[in-house]
T-cell receptor
Framework: DVKVTQSSRYLVKRTGEKVFLECVQD?????MFWYRQDPGLGLRLIYF???????EKGDIPEGYSVSREKKERFSLILESASTNQTSMYLC???????????FGPGTRLTVT | SQQGEEDPQALSIQEGENATMNCSYK?????LQWYRQNSGRGLVHLIL?????REKHSGRLRVTLDTSKKSSSLLITASRAADTASYFC???????????FGGGTRVLVKP
């Protein structure tokens, strides 16, 4: 069975902290994605990666960076967390970037 | 801006009834996908319809695509309480390389 896991379900951080969100997939997928989800706005793409060490900016990359050192792991980094980054963060993977994506359970991040 | 916009934003029906939700988009697409999200969880892929297809079925789900109107509909027949969830459409633009999601339709199926 396809599986995408995220390191935390809930996370509370303080303004200015550096935050790491980890995502691991076990399907040998080339493509991995980070989205944030806010009420009424749907999912918005932050960054995606189509290969190890490769990344592309999505629609809202400001304030975020990513790292993909191994094929199965894709990390989202908030360099200096701010309250407007309080959100649900969803990771996904896919064998191709334009077909079905497999999502993790999400991390609800609160920045205080 | 969102490529896909769902309508209605929320829907409440009785178990056994059909639920229909619509998705409109702005530019030509390669494909359109529907996803379900149970409360506070990740999304689950339901169905993908390509731009040259008009209708697809999967179990109790029926998806139609009208490229001339730039719209799609998702029909859930004989709904169950377990169908209570948010449903999202996502589009891939004709020359695009990523999904763009709409804001979702919240469906409540009352037992």
């Amino acid at each position: 069975d396809v599986k995408v896991t995220q390191s935390s379900r809930y996370l509370v951080k303080r303004t200015g902290e550096k935050v790491f969100l980890e995502c691991v997939q076990d399907m040998d997928h080339e493509n991995m994605f980070w989205y944030r989800q806010d009420p009424g706005l749907g999912l918005r793409l932050i960054y995606f990666s189509y290969d190890v060490k490769m990344k592309e900016k999505g629609d809202i990359p400001e304030g975020y960076s990513v790292s993909r050192e191994k094929k199965e792991r894709f990390s989202l980094i908030l360099e200096s967390a701010s309250t407007n980054q309080t959100s649900m963060y969803l990771c996904a993977s896919s064998p191709h970037r334009t077909i079905e994506q497999y999502f993790g359970p999400g991390t609800r991040l609160t920045v205080t | 801006s969102q490529q896909g916009e769902e309508d209605p934003q929320a829907l409440s029906i009785q178990e056994g009834e059909n639920a229909t939700m619509n998705c409109s988009y702005k530019t030509s697409i390669n494909n359109l996908q529907w996803y379900r999200q149970n409360s506070g969880r990740g999304l689950v892929h339901l169905i993908l319809i390509r731009s040259n297809e008009r209708e697809k079925h999967s179990g109790r789900l029926r998806v139609t695509l009208d490229t001339s109107k730039k719209s799609s509909s998702l029909l859930i027949t004989a709904s169950r309480a377990a169908d209570t969830a948010s449903y999202f459409c996502a589009t891939v633009k004709a020359a695009g390389n990523k999904l763009t999601f709409g804001g979702g339709t919240r469906v409540l199926v009352k037992p």
